[in-house]
């Protein structure tokens, strides 16, 4: 299994941008899809969390700016980000909780995107 990272980039702060995460390989199903970030000299933090019925949670930082969905028919998690600013700058990664065969979730991470806000 393979995650697939990409959308990032340099922005303004005020701008957008999507990220798109995509899983590849032997794949019977997927749980719960993220987004987790790290900026410089601090922790991996979460950002937001789909489930595979659609429910969503978001860290507070992030609400009412970010969105995060999926197309389960293409194994792919989004995080549309708006309204960005400075503090955003970080590494953003995708976790997908899948199983290669049923009943048995690991958690998958893709490679990294760097997303860069200019004040």
């Known amino acids: 299994v393979q995650l697939q990272a990409s959308g990032g980039g340099l922005v303004q702060a005020g701008g957008s941008l999507r990220l798109s995460c995509a899983a590849s390989?032997?794949?019977?199903?997927?749980?719960?899809m993220g987004w987790y970030r790290q900026a410089p000299g601090k922790q991996r933090e979460l950002v937001a969390v789909?489930?595979?019925?659609?429910?969503?949670n978001y860290a507070e930082s992030v609400k009412g700016r970010f969105t995060i969905s999926r197309d389960n028919a293409k194994n792919t998690v989004y995080l549309q980000m708006n309204s960005l600013k400075p503090e955003d700058t970080a590494v953003y990664y995708c976790?997908?909780?899948?199983?290669?065969?049923?009943?048995?979730?690991?958690?998958?991470w893709g490679q990294g995107t760097l997303v860069t806000v200019s004040s």
């Open positions: 789909i489930t595979s019925g659609g429910s969503t």
């Open positions: 976790k997908h909780s899948i199983a290669t065969i049923r009943l048995v979730f690991l958690d998958y």
């Open positions: 390989g032997n794949i019977f199903s997927i749980n719960d």
